[in-house]
């Protein structure tokens, strides 16, 4: 059983960015992220992206999937959807023997945090054996736990300076923390641990990459996860109008099959080409 497999301590050879670098030091930390077409829900764009904390968190690595997923979503059971895309994504890196292959992986969704205690995060973790970090933008109710009431707690008055609390569930389980990443953050992140990284080291971990209220390697893959989504889209949208023209043209019938079909040969080999470039290119 993939739970079963999950690490909560660091298990990891580099260290956190110090001026005593006797150590390998963490530089490369990714982000990755789904979107889904509103036009077409079963249409996503898996996003994979790196940045060098060592250079001002610049983007390092960029690369997309899109797909079209058979899988339907289940509440509490995103990973089954997700986790294949994100995977696949970082094999293809691997596979080209990348320099900038992540250290570290923030996910866009909750690690231990979890109804069962195995969201996304932890998923993807041990399924690519990688350090992860769960990153929620909402609550999920588990162990007494509730929306409402870490509201509360962040909005006593022992608390409102406080740029995190522990969310310690009825059993005494401590499930993660509510962190304002920045002091102007109204609304929280819930952060926990994914797979082969402490509590203490993921909350280090994401006050170094935020500049917003959601750490920039989630932030990045979410903007350039959309971006190409929008991208393909409009291409293919543009690509049929075309060819329905084409179709309705005043020509004799050979002649517009003929242009049809050549047409939608060329239109499909360089959509392939397109994207192939997209998933596979890098920025220094």
């Not at 580099?14 to 005593?20: D, E, I, M, Y």
């Not at 990714?30 to 001002?56: N, R, W, Y």
């Not at 509360?152 to 409102?160: D, G, Q, S, T």
Request: aromatic content about 10%.
């Amino acid at each position: 059983m993939l739970k079963k497999r999950v690490i909560t301590e660091d298990d990891f050879p580099w260290r956190l960015p110090s001026s005593q670098a006797q150590h390998q030091q963490l530089r490369y930390v990714g982000g990755v992220d789904v979107c889904f077409s509103k036009e077409e829900p079963s249409m996503a764009c898996g996003s994979l992206v790196v940045l060098d904390l060592h250079h001002a968190l610049r983007l390092v690595h960029q690369c997309y999937t899109v797909l079209t997923l058979d899988v339907p979503y289940v509440p509490g059971f995103l990973a089954f959807r997700e986790a294949p895309i994100l995977v696949h994504l970082l094999e293809k890196m691997k596979s080209t023997a990348s320099p900038f292959y992540p250290q570290v992986l923030m996910v866009d969704g909750n690690g231990l945090l979890h109804p069962r205690g195995f969201g996304l995060a932890s998923h993807l973790g041990v399924l690519a054996n990688l350090p992860t970090i769960g990153i929620g933008k909402n609550l999920h109710h588990v162990d007494g736990l509730t929306r409402s009431g870490v509201k509360e707690l962040f909005e006593a008055e022992e608390n409102r300076t406080k740029d995190l609390i522990t969310l310690r569930g009825s059993s005494g389980f401590i499930w993660g923390v509510a962190m304002r990443s920045t002091q102007s953050s109204l609304k929280p992140l819930f952060v926990s641990i994914g797979h082969r990284i402490s509590l203490d080291t993921a909350i280090k971990v994401v006050k170094m990459t935020c500049k917003f209220r959601v750490p920039e390697p989630i932030r990045q893959a979410d903007i350039r996860s959309r971006e190409h989504l929008h991208k393909h889209q409009i291409g293919r949208t543009y690509w049929w109008q075309y060819v329905g023209q084409i179709s309705c043209s005043e020509v004799p019938d050979f002649v517009r099959s003929y242009l049809v079909q050549h047409f939608i040969r060329f239109s499909k080999l360089f959509q392939k080409l397109s994207t192939l470039r997209r998933e596979t290119q890098t920025q220094y």
